[in-house]
Each structure stands twice: as C-alpha cells, then as structure tokens.
C-alpha cells in the first residue's frame, strides 16, 4: 500500500503535491554530534511550515508513507539501535487516513546513534521517503537525498566483512597511558580509606618486629608490594583473556550489562554512604592470616593476599569501575597494565614506609576524615552511574533522559556533596565537625564551583569539559539559542571536531 502511494504521488523522485502546491512544506538540515567514544549522532532537522503535519517513522497499516531513512552501504559505521523522534510524535486522529496516529507539526528532529568503524574521515550518504499532509491533502516526498561528513575516530577498529576470519581483523592501538594514570590515582585513592589506611602501621611495624635485621624487614615490605601489585595484576590478564573486541563492543552498548553496571555503582555508593558493608567470607581470610602469623618471607604475600580480601569494601569500587572501563575498550592491554598499576599504588605506601620506618611519625592519624573520604567517593561513583543508564537511552533510543533532567540530577547530587564537605549534612559513621581545615575548604570551593559550571548546561551550554559523561544536545529540549545547523531554512552538511 505503502509502494502504491509512492508510485501514485511521487514523479521522478521529487516531492510532487498532487493540488499542485509549489513548494515543500518541511526545510532539511543535517548535522552530527559526538557522543562518546567513537560514537555519534546523526541529527535530521526538520523545519516544518505551519498547517502541515509530518508523519512519525513507524505508522499503522493502511496509514500514510512513514518518515524513513535509508543508508548507501558503507564500512565505516553501523547503526546503533532505532531512530529516536524529538518530540516524540504527538497521536492524533487523522482525518485523510481515518486512524490514530504519530504527527510533527512543529520542528523535530530525527536523531540515529552510529559507532563510527573507520579511522578516516568519511561521507555517509543516503536517501528518505516521508509524506506530509494538511486537513485536506497530502503530498509524498521520495528519494530526498542527504549527505553527513564524519570525522574518523583513532581509537576504534574497523569490524570484519561477512565471510573474513577474526585474525585479519583491524584493531586500533588504544593509547592507554591516561587509563595507567587514572589507575595510579584510584589505587592512591583507596589507600585513604578507612579499610586501608589503618593497616599501613600495622602491617609495617609486622615486618620490622618480626625481623633480626632491618634488610630482612624491607625485603619482607618490597615483597609485600609486589604482591599486591601481581595478586591486581592476575585479575587483569583473567579480564583480558576473556575480552575481545565484539563482546567490548557488547559490553559497552547492551541494555544488560549497562543495567548491571549501573546497580553495581549504586550499591558500592549506598554501602560508602554506611548503609551496609560488603563483606568477603571470612574463613577464607582467617585460613591466609594465619598462614601470614607464621612469619617468614612467605608471609609478606600471605599479608598481601589479606589485605587485599580484608580491604575489598572499599578498593571494590576502584577496581570494578577500573575493570569496567578496561573491559568496554578494545585493547586487551588496558586491563593488564591497569589492575597492576592499581596494586602498585595501593602496596607502594608499604613499600616506602618499610624503607624507612620514621615516616610513620609523621603520617596522619586515623579518625573521621577516613569516612569522609569514602563518602566523597559515594557521591561521585553514584553520579557516575547515571552513564550507564545514558548508554541504554541513547543505544535504544528509550528518551529517558533529557539533557537538562540529567544534568538537574548532577547538579543535586555535587551540591549535597558540598555541603557535605562544608559540614551540613552528616552520615551515621561521621564524626563531629567542629570546624573545616583549608584542604576541605578548597574541596568545598571546587565542588560548588563545578556546581555553577554545570548550571548553564540546564539552557543549552555545550559543557565541553565533560561532554562525553553528558547527553548529547540532540537530547536539549530548552535552548536558550538555537546552534545556527537547526536554523530554520538552512540545508548541507555538517561535521564536528
């Protein structure tokens, strides 16, 4: 029927209105915007003249000619979940057709996530069919042809043609150096926590008193480092083997496994903000701390195989978003070099302090800045989770985000964590807070300070520090200016840096 209407309305693949009206109603513009990775959005403006009505994409049987788009095959990208409308299509009952159904009578745009497979620029090109109506006509549009120019992504590989093995597959070198660095900070992160920083003095002052010479108390601590480090760095090489570049790309875009990720970060948040402790059994730490009581050089790793069990309700959460991310690339070496930069940052305060045991003096004690630092933590791994939510919505097109609501989220949730910095809010394990030093005074200052940053991304801002954590702006529904691609009247292509 559909075919039918196309043959009957439409001449030479030109928009043809059969009362013989002059002009088209709907103006087109194009453009595309990054997202994150080597994903991005094809955005298809519609500008549509008042007393005409655009159809939706999906329509019922016996309606009129829905709004479809149609892609020249290519390479270099894929398509990524279904065409998300914005606004969602308002139903009506349409007169012409005699049924309910989806309409545009304003501006919408057409938007079509994309993985981006090919390390060059590159022209995505193609054709769309949509029909657009008044109260007593209607007039079918066919092959209007659009054209998008997309920048390449580095950091991406290039999917195998149907019929070539996996071994001649493209991979991209991924620069990992930033993850080592990032790993390095979360492994010196988790050393402030109340799990860990308790146990620097304790495990020290195990090595010296339990050795005749001081040279067997460092080889006991350097050991121990290492341990730590090895026992990180065997979690990572059972990640990497297991990963591979199809299954990271599934990881990275399936509702499943973000659904998980995102009660993961929510539960390691709600157990830093005390409302429960993750637990490891405890036979299995009991069976190793004894073996570490019966001193030795072998109990240096016993020690380290125990502080990472006992440790583990508070590293948990480093190393699983560190795991997370590693496991979402495509490089089998950011998993290895990760986890073993973890544990080298974690073990390296041991190390340091059985070189030279006097430091001890001088290290702060142990009281309630530790649970502060675990529910700064919280705040940021519970704003974090939000991403994962944001990788469904944007690969399936759900529009259970706007850009604003998302971004309203962020704002409350860094504005408790600065006034929890400043002392007004406490949690059930908090001490008193009689007064606040300068380094928690600069904290406040930062977090209320990347508050106000975040503010005017509610009216449109593109917020480019943190555009890859944020819903693209396809996803704004309140725009204080319009971006010049969706002006009105406007056609061509569009590209983006």
Not at 63 to 80: C, D, M, Q, R, V
Not at 172 to 195: D, H, K, R, Y
Not at 356 to 374: I, T
Request: one cysteine or more; proline letters at 5%.
């Amino acid at each position: 029927m559909r075919k039918f209407l196309l043959l009957l309305f439409s001449i030479g693949g030109m928009c043809v209105n059969i009362n013989a009206q002059p002009a088209n109603p709907v103006t087109w513009s194009y453009s595309v915007n990054p997202v994150e990775g080597n994903k991005a959005e094809l955005v298809f403006s519609a500008t549509i003249e008042p007393g005409h009505q655009l159809y939706a994409t999906e329509v019922p049987e016996g309606g009129p000619l829905p709004t479809e788009f149609f892609y020249n095959e290519s390479e270099a990208f894929k398509k990524i979940g279904k065409i998300k409308e914005i606004p969602e299509p308002k139903i009506k009952h349409d007169d012409i057709f005699g049924i309910d159904i989806g309409v545009h009578t304003k501006d919408a745009k057409f938007v079509q996530v994309i993985e981006i497979l090919s390390k060059t620029d590159f022209a995505i090109t193609g054709t769309m069919d949509y029909m657009v109506c008044t109260a007593d006509m209607c007039m079918p549009c066919s092959d209007i042809d659009f054209k998008f120019t997309v920048k390449g992504c580095p950091q991406t590989y290039k999917h195998m043609v149907s019929g070539e093995g996996a071994d001649n597959a493209e991979t991209s070198s991924e620069n990992i150096w930033w993850f080592v660095f990032l790993a390095l900070g979360a492994g010196l992160a988790a050393v402030l926590t109340p799990c860990v920083f308790p146990m620097i003095p304790i495990t020290v002052s195990f090595f010296m008193s339990g050795s005749a010479k001081r040279s067997e108390g460092v080889l006991k601590g350097l050991i121990f480092g290492f341990s730590v480090a090895l026992i990180y760095l065997l979690l990572g090489v059972i990640v990497a083997i297991t990963k591979s570049a199809d299954f990271a790309n599934v990881l990275s875009t399936h509702w499943i496994a973000n659904l998980i990720f995102f009660a993961l970060f929510v539960m390691f948040a709600c157990s830093f903000f005390g409302l429960f402790e993750i637990m490891l059994p405890a036979g299995l730490s009991n069976k190793l701390d004894a073996k570490a009581d019966k001193g030795g050089l072998i109990a240096a790793f016993f020690m380290a195989a125990v502080l990472t069990l006992v440790s583990f309700s508070c590293t948990g959460p480093f190393v699983a978003t560190l795991l997370v991310e590693a496991a979402m690339g495509t490089s089998v070496w950011k998993p290895v070099f990760g986890m073993f930069a973890f544990g080298f940052a974690l073990g390296l305060p041991f190390v340091a302090l059985s070189l030279s045991p006097a430091l001890m003096k001088k290290m702060p004690k142990s009281g309630g800045w530790l649970n502060a630092v675990k529910v700064v933590f919280a705040f940021i791994l519970l704003a974090f989770s939000l991403k994962f939510l944001l990788s469904i919505d944007t690969g399936y097109g759900l529009n259970l985000f706007t850009r604003e609501a998302y971004i309203a989220i962020w704002i409350v949730i860094f504005s408790l964590m600065g006034c929890y910095l400043s002392g007004k809010i406490k949690f059930s394990n908090d001490s008193d807070v009689a007064h606040i030093g300068v380094f928690r005074l600069f904290l406040v200052i930062a977090t209320f300070s990347f508050v106000v940053y975040l503010i005017p991304g509610l009216f449109g801002a593109p917020l480019n520090m943190i555009s890859g954590l944020t819903p693209p702006m396809s996803a704004q529904q309140f725009n204080v200016s319009k971006p010049a691609a969706y002006a009105p009247g406007t056609v061509g292509n569009a590209t983006y840096s």
